[in-house]
């Protein structure tokens, strides 16, 4: 198997030279570069459904979604496990502390004479998470992979999450992302990363911290209004001492310390529960916060959270309260079954969808996603100057969901799409010839620029935006742009990179 | 242009144009720190004349001013023979005694959800509840007066996005670094780029302020820039205040900074003398006093305030920190307040003097001090539309 490496070095001739079209086969297969195929152009409500589904849409997938409707591809979405990834797979192959234990992991950054390299498992999991949001064919599973990191919020710079989240987002969020609610929160709960994070690795009999109790309630399940109060906070703190984090051999998993647990009375929402007792065995200390746990996600409150915060994901910042009450409803019936409430959401919500501000990393992997670009993924500047790193927010709240806060920073943004067009950017190479022959496909049905620069324009925009421009708007641009001294490719580059600019690309 | 596509619904287009009534020449500028997490300020300014703050805070405490068994520069620095700062926040002696820095002591929000993102938004907003309004203070600040200031750098929020107090029908930028407006690489083609911006963002407000700011921020460069007074902290914090001092002394309308400190939350292992807190507390006062220090000439016309959603428990949590809290402090500094003294009725940390789990009560709203800011210093009384339903309490902090 070659490297990494290896790849990106056969990419760049690849891209730089014909004369190596015989390793084209094995580069496009691995890169995801896209066969020109024709494709379907939609009409501008189904070009929003599918911003909504994917983190925008490619030509297949627009294909695709003509083919078969909105109904089937939700369905062959949620069916993720089907969908061969091998082409991911294969991109994410290098990222090594991906599938290892925590306590490996924290071995990896600190071996003594090999190299001491802290940042790699939080470099390798920000770069593996953008390249799946790119190129993995399981979108919509990768929107809610990205949905629920953001409702279970850790932030990976705080110590020590660097060896522990690449845990807790394969075994809790990637793996119950279009699961069970009830099971994301159970293992959420037992996350080593959450504990950590939200000082719960410290709540002791003698010492509680109401730290995680609190935002277990607030921000994970009954929300701020949802009906608990600061004495509910203090009982699940209670109930939770002794949850806590093993250290040493087995640094990095999860335990539960009856030493430190308070054995005593608690009542948390009206749920009584009675004093352990010497006698009985230490699973019961543990299994207290679980009762909890377990009221806490079937709770009425929680489903309205839930469903809110799911609707203004996928249809409107302000959601629609009719859509969110059926909602609500659905993952009271189902218990939770993500599925079944997403459906609701998606069918009978989609036709209200209001447009939504890309927030930076959407508007990244759209970027990358539409113009088919090769990326390793190292992008993390770009990332914090728009203000969205990943696994970067450092309060548990997860980053803002609508699109106000997101609207005024946009100097980052017409820088990146200037360098990604420009291919200025280090281990991101853009073809923007091989970017026109897919797009003239659909205007054009031809395979080859007509070269004429309103037809390229045209098919830009439809491939970009979901639409051509109005005739005196793209004449309007590309006056703007005209050069007597720059070359015809170079004019090209600064319109693709306008288009990528624009406000209707910042929208989704 | 690139707005009239099908996908695109104009009706998130336009920031309609707005007249307020009242109008007046602009007044300071107002600098807005906001400590962000619930700041333990029993540890910033300490109630050393308190038994029962010792008892509390028993490995957390500061050390008396008078700690005979203790090093002076591990103990708190007395202002006023019952409170003291905590000695990391030293620098901001020469504002203390110069009169130009003041306390309030006990001060915040009557919200008691002792959540974090409730409090922020409700005491960034201005209002009580979720009923009020969804614009910030700050926005409708800039909304009620009409300074004839359209300036992009009217209200600046230091950072990659703005904050909610800034939130309103007035157009604000975020601004992480002044560096990253300089657009870098190849003439023409930025020329060419910039041209294209011009047009697709042809009726966008947003737009075209960004480009006018890349345009006046060209020749600024923070890097280079050298006070003779002062020297920021090489921070996050030293960087946008040492940015809001360039702003200002560059005359581009600068009217409102908006700047925020993360890290407060110290649930766990916060640190009493030295470590995570007080090196918190040092990025703070030595920022404020190189501020304090750089912009002695302009301190006439300047007024610098800060705020945390809430306090935090006066007794220490068994993880050597402190759990979410009530009463707060606010500072207030400027060439017109009344400094040197710590304001507020102080409501003592005696069992039946505390509220809820045994938090410092509030005896000054936040909202009497940002009013008495607004009406004295910044030219705009429409106070009741700025905190709606909240009659404020002028506490003569300011001249």
């Known amino acids: ?310 609707t203004r994901r996928f249809i409107a910042d302000e959601p629609p309260q009719a859509i969110v009450e059926k909602a609500a409803q659905t993952f009271l019936n189902t218990n939770g079954d993500i599925k079944s409430v997403l459906r609701v959401i998606l069918l009978d919500g989609l036709p209200l969808a209001q447009p939504k501000y890309k927030r930076p990393a959407n508007f990244i992997a759209s970027a990358l996603r539409l113009t088919n670009a090769h990326t390793e993924g190292a992008l993390g500047d770009y990332f914090i100057r728009m203000g969205q790193p990943y696994f970067g927010m450092p309060t548990p709240d997860g980053y803002p969901d609508v699109s106000a806060p997101w609207e005024s920073n946009l100097m980052p943004r017409w820088q990146f799409a200037f360098e990604l067009m420009r291919n200025e950017i280090d281990g991101t190479k853009n073809n923007l010839k091989h970017l026109l022959d897919v797009a003239h496909l659909h205007l054009r049905q031809v395979q080859v620029s007509t070269g004429i620069l309103q037809d390229d324009v045209d098919s830009l925009t439809s491939l970009l935006l979901g639409a051509p421009l109005e005739r005196f708007e793209r004449d309007g641009l590309i006056a703007s742009v005209h050069s007597a001294d720059a070359a015809p490719e170079e004019t090209l580059q600064i319109l693709a990179a306008g288009i990528l600019a624009s406000p209707a690309f910042q929208w989704r | 242009m690139l707005h009239t596509l099908p996908v695109i619904n104009k009706s998130w287009m336009p920031r309609f144009a707005f007249a307020p009534h009242n109008v007046a020449p602009r007044g300071d500028t107002l600098v807005v720190i906001f400590l962000r997490g619930a700041a333990d300020v029993l540890n910033m300014v300490v109630p050393h004349g308190e038994d029962a703050y010792y008892a509390l805070r028993p490995t957390l405490g500061v050390p008396h001013p008078d700690e005979s068994g203790t090093k002076k520069d591990e103990r708190a620095i007395d202002l006023d023979g019952f409170f003291g700062f905590h000695p990391s926040m030293s620098a901001l002696l020469d504002a203390w005694t110069s009169q130009q820095l003041a306390i309030i002591h006990a001060c915040g929000a009557p919200d008691e959800s002792r959540s974090h993102f409730k409090a922020m938004e409700l005491m960034e907003r201005g209002v009580d509840d979720e009923r009020g309004p969804a614009s910030g203070w700050i926005g409708r600040h800039l909304a009620t007066l009409n300074t004839g200031n359209s300036s992009p750098l009217r209200a600046v929020g230091m950072g990659t996005r703005p904050q909610r107090s800034l939130s309103g029908s007035v157009p604000v930028s975020a601004l992480r670094s002044i560096a990253d407006f300089h657009l870098g690489g190849d003439q023409r083609a930025l020329q060419q780029m910039r041209a294209a911006l011009n047009v697709v963002y042809e009726d966008d407000v947003l737009g075209q302020d960004t480009l006018s700011i890349m345009d006046t921020l060209e020749q600024l460069d923070p890097a280079t820039y050298q006070s003779p007074f002062a020297t920021y902290p090489e921070t996050e914090f030293g960087l946008a205040l040492k940015q809001t001092a360039m702003l200002i002394k560059a005359e581009v309308g600068l009217e409102v900074s908006a700047i925020d400190v993360g890290g407060w939350d110290t649930h766990f292992a916060q640190g009493s003398v030295t470590g995570l807190m007080p090196s918190l507390m040092k990025d703070l006062a030595d920022g404020m006093a190189a501020f304090h220090a750089d912009m002695q000439q302009h301190m006439k016309n300047l007024t610098v305030v800060t705020m945390s959603e809430f306090g935090r428990r006066a007794s220490e949590n068994g993880s050597l920190g402190t759990d979410h809290g009530h009463g707060s402090m606010m500072m207030v500094m400027g060439g017109n307040v009344d400094g040197g003294k710590v304001h507020g009725e102080w409501p003592g940390l005696q069992d039946g003097q505390m509220i809820g789990p045994g938090d410092l009560a509030v005896t000054t709203d936040y909202r009497d001090v940002l009013s008495e800011v607004l009406q004295k210093r910044l030219n705009n009384p429409a106070t009741d539309q700025i905190f709606p339903n909240y009659t404020p309490i002028i506490r003569n902090l300011l001249r």
């Open chain 1, 1 to 310: 198997m070659i490297s990494r490496r290896d790849f990106l070095k056969l990419s760049a001739l690849a891209t730089a030279s014909a004369a190596l079209s015989s390793c084209a086969p094995i580069y496009r297969r691995i890169a995801g570069d896209l066969p020109a195929v024709p494709w379907t152009p939609l009409d501008a409500s189904d070009f929003l459904a599918l911003n909504r589904l994917t983190f925008g849409p490619r030509v297949e997938e627009r294909a695709r979604f003509a083919e078969i409707g909105l109904q089937a591809f939700i369905e062959e979405q949620f069916d993720y496990e089907a969908i061969d990834d091998f082409d991911c797979d294969i991109l994410l192959r290098p990222f090594k502390t991906l599938s290892m234990d925590a306590h490996e992991i924290e071995g990896v950054t600190n071996q003594l004479f090999d190299g001491y390299d802290r940042e790699r498992p939080i470099r390798e999991l920000r770069q593996a998470t953008l390249l799946r949001q790119i190129y993995s064919k399981r979108q919509l599973y990768e929107v809610m992979v990205e949905f629920w990191s953001d409702h279970f919020n850790i932030f990976i710079e705080k110590e020590p999450l660097f060896y522990l989240k690449t845990v807790d987002d394969r075994e809790v969020i990637r793996k119950h992302a279009l699961g069970n609610f009830r099971d994301l929160v159970w293992a959420s709960a037992h996350s080593p990363a959450m504990l950590v994070y939200l000082d719960n690795h410290v709540n002791e009999k003698s010492h509680p911290n109401e730290n995680y109790a609190r935002e277990l309630m607030e921000l994970h399940t009954l929300s701020v209004n949802g009906g608990y109060t600061q004495s509910d906070v203090m009982e699940l703190a209670r109930c939770l001492t002794g949850w806590t984090v093993k250290k040493h051999f087995w640094l990095g998993e999860f335990t539960f310390d009856n030493d430190l647990h308070d054995e005593g009375a608690k009542n948390v929402l009206g749920l009584a529960i009675q004093p352990n007792g010497a006698a009985l065995s230490e699973s019961k200390g543990q299994s207290e916060a679980e009762q909890v746990i377990e009221r806490l996600v079937t709770h009425p409150s929680t489903a309205h959270f839930i469903a809110t915060k799911l």
